[in-house]
Structure formats: C-alpha cells, structure tokens
C-alpha cells in the first residue's frame, strides 16, 4: 500500500529559528495537504497546493509540491511558541478522494 | 461560519457494547469522510461518502464498523461488539467535493473512544 515518509519525527528549537519538514511517497499525488493538530484536537488545514512545483505560503508558512510528485515540504520561518504542535502531511491520488498521512512531526519551541 | 462538529467528544464504552458517533460537515459540503487515528500516528482513511452514496470504504472498515450518510448532510459511525482495538480518536471532515480548492479537506475536533 501507500506510504508515506515523514521526517523528522520530533524538532526542538528555539523560538526565532526556521523549521523545514519534509514527506516522501512511493506513489505519486496529485495534491498535498499540510496540517496542524493540537492535543485532544483535529488537524487544522495550513496549506494546499495543487501543482508539481508550486510553491505556496500562508504567513510564516512556506510549501512546496515536489516536481516528480512523490514529496513536499514545509518551512517555517521565525518560529514562535504558539507554532508547537503536530504537522502532518497528506497526500491524495485522486481528486475528492482519501488522504493518506505521514506520522507527524512533533515541533517544540523553547523560548 | 460553522466547521465541522461531532458528538460525542468523549466515550468511554465497555467491551462488546455497541456506539454510535454522529458527524456534522460544513453546510453544503458535498464529501464527508471517516479517518481514525491512534496514539503517536497519522489518521487512517475509513470511508467516505459523496451525498449519501458510500464511495469507498478501507479494508479497516470490518463487519462491525458501518457508517451511514441517509439524507446527504450529517452521517453516522456505528462499531458494534467494541474491541479494546477500537480505542482511537474517530475523527470526520468534509469537502465541497473534487477539483483544485474543493479538494480540502476540513476536520472536526474528533470523538475519542476508550474502550475497557
């Protein structure tokens, strides 16, 4: 079946540093999906993108779809301490369909 | 501007009781789904339905997991015979549909099972 890659699977740094996480697939998608899921909460959608290549940000939040469609990224920049959580991303094959979720990294922001 | 909400929050069952979850989407969301998620891992896709029809269902969908979508808007996840396997966060989202922006998918807060 699917898999999804996620790494790393755990980050601690210190408020005002940039973050970068990455996902990798043995399949290829034709959108990924970044979230953020706080304790006892559900994920909270951060940043979409749609096309091999693109590159997206949301504020602080930079994305980007991997030319060969098998992996995305996410950046942080100047990280704060409401940043802490768990990102997750998500892949879809097909439009409308299921996602299929890496495992998380879980960020810590010391300040 | 309501999100996607689900009831009950919390439940905590016995084994071999049956329970029932309820989902609501986001008004005029046409595409709501079913994912669980345990402890220390991303959710897993358990079903999805476009209107009422059941589109597709996870091979962890067993015999004792049906859900239900009757009239279009909010559907029901019902486990029958729970296991202590079935502990989990269940959590739903829904999608306008498919196509560019329709695509995303936006979550509830989750109901979290524990099963003795």
């Known amino acids: 079946g699917q898999q999804l890659n996620q790494s790393p699977q755990s980050m601690f740094i210190q408020e005002g540093e940039d973050v970068s996480m990455n996902c990798t697939s043995s399949s290829i998608f034709n959108t990924w999906l970044w979230y953020k899921q706080d304790p006892g909460e559900g994920p909270v959608l951060l940043i979409a993108l749609y096309k091999a290549g693109e590159l997206t940000s949301n504020g602080r939040l930079t994305a980007q779809f991997g030319i060969t469609r098998k992996d995305s990224f996410l950046n942080i920049s100047a990280s704060i301490p409401s940043d802490v959580g768990i990102y997750f991303c998500a892949g879809q094959e097909t439009s409308g369909s299921r996602l299929t979720f890496g495992e998380g990294t879980q960020l810590t922001v010391n300040p | 501007d309501t999100g996607v909400s689900q009831d009950p929050r919390h439940k905590i069952t016995k084994r071999g009781q049956n329970v029932t979850f309820r989902c609501d989407p986001i008004s005029e969301h046409n595409r709501l789904y079913w994912y669980r998620q345990t402890l220390g891992q991303g959710p897993e896709f358990l079903t999805y339905?476009?209107?009422?029809?059941?589109?597709?269902k996870s091979r962890l969908l067993s015999d004792r997991f049906s859900a239900e979508r009757p009239k279009g808007s909010f559907s029901t996840l019902e486990i029958q015979r729970t296991e202590q396997g079935d502990s989990a966060m269940y959590l739903c989202?829904?999608?306008?549909?498919?196509?560019?922006?329709?695509?995303?998918?936006?979550f509830g807060p989750g109901t979290r099972l524990t099963v003795l």
């Open positions: 989202a829904s999608s306008l549909g498919a196509g560019g922006t329709y695509n995303e998918q936006f």
């Open positions: 339905f476009q209107n009422e029809a059941q589109l597709e």
